[in-house]
């Protein structure tokens, strides 16, 4: 039921006609399962950039240090999957220190999925516009289960 309703506002976007036909499903069911989901973010703001890259930063624990043997940056195996327009649908690497990118990608409307051991799975929408400020990044905070 706690997946249901988190998911229930992308579903109620995905209904309502704001997004094009061709736009990907958001939801968790249009992913491919990952042992590591257990609990689900879903950042209800899209990112606006124009090009797919950014990086993914670990938050601190509650009390506010670093878990042991685990850097602000990113130790873990992470697993990003990106779906785009017209079912297109890809694994993108992610480096050591938790960049990624993947090369240029037409404008439009894609949603990704992260998930990592020990961390909240983290689902997100991004638009592709060649308008988006040269700048903007896309930046990933995982937070511990």
């Known amino acids: ?41 879903v950042v209800s703001e899209p990112f606006v950039v124009r090009e797919f890259r950014g ?3 670990v938050s601190e624990t509650a009390d506010g240090t670093s878990p042991p043997g685990i850097s602000p940056r990113l130790d873990l195996d992470a697993r990003l999957e990106l779906h785009g327009p017209n079912g297109f649908a890809a694994f993108v690497p992610i480096a050591d220190d938790g960049k990624f ?4 990608l037409p404008s439009g409307q894609y949603c990704f999925k992260l998930s990592a051991v020990a961390l909240r799975t983290v689902i997100a929408r991004v638009v592709i516009d060649s308008g988006a400020l040269p700048e903007q990044r896309i930046v990933m905070r995982m937070r511990f289960e």
């Open 55 to 57: 990086s993914l930063l």
């Open 101 to 104: 990118e993947f090369g240029r």
């Open 1 to 41: 039921m706690k997946t249901l309703l988190v998911l229930l506002p992308v579903f109620l976007l995905a209904c309502n006609g704001s997004m094009p036909v061709s736009a990907p499903a958001c939801g968790y069911d249009a992913f491919q399962p990952s042992p590591y989901d257990h609990t689900l973010d």
